[in-house]
């Protein structure tokens, strides 16, 4: 039961964070129409965070809650990779950061559909639609500013050769992956790596992006050892919860 819950906190955490962060730019779209996009990948994130929580706390029983499980957690518990709690730095490096991992998620998805475990199977069905979306929106992106002016080209590709660093821990898998990966009920993202970078690197290719080639990757997030910028996005999105415990509207 224990590896279920942190399976389930592997993918959920990454959707809460990616939220967060997609969440600080409301209001600071340089479009209304972009504005308004990422708010609404924000909420479809969030949306699919609860469904995975409430599942994870009915799990564990309790006094658990999704509110529990996504407020009181210090932030050792939190299993997100690096990459979605980067900062906005800019709109180039979110978009980078959107579109790295949104052509992971929907390759989880796809194969978490066929999950044993018919919540998980049932989230990820759900969920396929709107994360086709969020690929279509950031890879037209990607496009758009790798293909678009001298000082948007530039920053697109400071943005993706900053982040890619972060993409190789998509697929590293913990105890917990493994475990439930052999029972039949987490998805094997391990045979998705080459799929994943073809896919972007497509992508980039197109937007006249150069791919990268780094001599190392980031990781530690999917063992709790995060970046610097974790503990100043966990104290804002916490303090209400913790200032207030137990409130309710």
């Known amino acids: 039961m224990n590896n279920l819950v942190q399976y389930i906190y592997g993918i959920a955490d990454n959707a809460l964070i990616l939220g967060q962060r997609l969440g600080e730019l409301c209001g600071h779209g340089p479009s209304l129409e972009t504005d308004i996009a990422l708010t609404n990948i924000s909420l479809d994130l969030f949306g ?8 994870a706390a009915k799990l564990k029983g309790g006094d658990a809650t999704e ?14 990779v690096l990459l ?23 390759l989880l998805l796809e194969e978490l559909q066929n ?11 759900k969920s396929i639609k709107e994360v086709r979306y969020h690929l279509r929106f950031s890879s037209d992106w990607i496009k758009r500013l790798g293909d678009g002016t001298p000082e948007s080209h530039q920053k697109i590709q400071e943005a993706i050769d900053d ?60 063992q709790g050892v995060h970046s610097e910028h974790m503990g100043y996005l966990l104290a804002e999105m916490q303090y209400m919860q913790r200032a207030y415990p137990n409130m309710s509207w």
């Open 48 to 55: 699919q965070t609860r469904s995975y929580y409430q599942y």
């Open 67 to 80: 509110d529990t499980v996504a407020f009181l957690r210090s932030e050792r518990e939190y299993i997100n």
């Open 84 to 106: 979605v709690e980067q900062p906005n730095t800019n709109f180039a490096y979110s978009i980078a950061r959107q579109f790295l991992f949104d052509a992971f998620h929907l």
């Open 115 to 125: 999950s044993n475990d018919k919540t998980l199977a049932a989230i990820a069905k």
């Open 163 to 222: 982040l890619w660093v972060y993409t190789n821990e998509l697929f590293e898998q913990t105890d917990a992956d493994k475990a439930m990966v052999a029972q039949g009920t987490g998805a094997d993202v391990t045979p998705l790596r080459d799929a994943y970078y073809t896919q972007i690197s497509q992508v980039l290719e197109e937007a006249t992006i150069a791919v990268p080639n780094p001599e190392y990757f980031q990781k530690g997030g999917k």
